[in-house]
């Protein structure tokens, strides 16, 4: 005799649940840091073409790209700060 197959959920494992997790924060933080990502970026071609046109050679693209993951999650961290969420209801 054969029993039929009970599809029995297994529990998830803490690697693909600490994953999940994780590409949550990913993805919620990815809007903002791309944001002032082209931003900043902007504003160092900018400098870097009036720079030029005195012979100054000048290159920023890591620290405008540093800049833009720390105010991308500074952005994060003030968005569930209870404060913010207190005078958005007041509005």
């Known amino acids: 005799m054969s029993q039929p197959a009970i599809a029995a959920s297994a529990p998830t494992s803490f ?7 994780w590409l949550a924060q990913v993805m ?14 902007l504003i160092l071609w900018t400098k ?3 720079l030029e046109e005195h012979g100054i050679d000048y290159t920023g693209f890591f620290t405008a790209t540093v800049a833009a993951l720390l105010v991308g999650k500074a952005v994060l961290v003030t968005d569930n700060l209870l ?3 207190v ?5």
């Open 15 to 21: 690697l693909r649940r600490a994953f999940d997790w």
């Open 28 to 41: 919620h933080a990815l809007p903002p840091t791309i944001f002032f990502f082209v931003g900043f970026n």
């Open 48 to 50: 870097r073409l009036i």
């Open 83 to 85: 404060l913010c969420a």
């Open 87 to 91: 005078s958005i209801v007041r509005q």
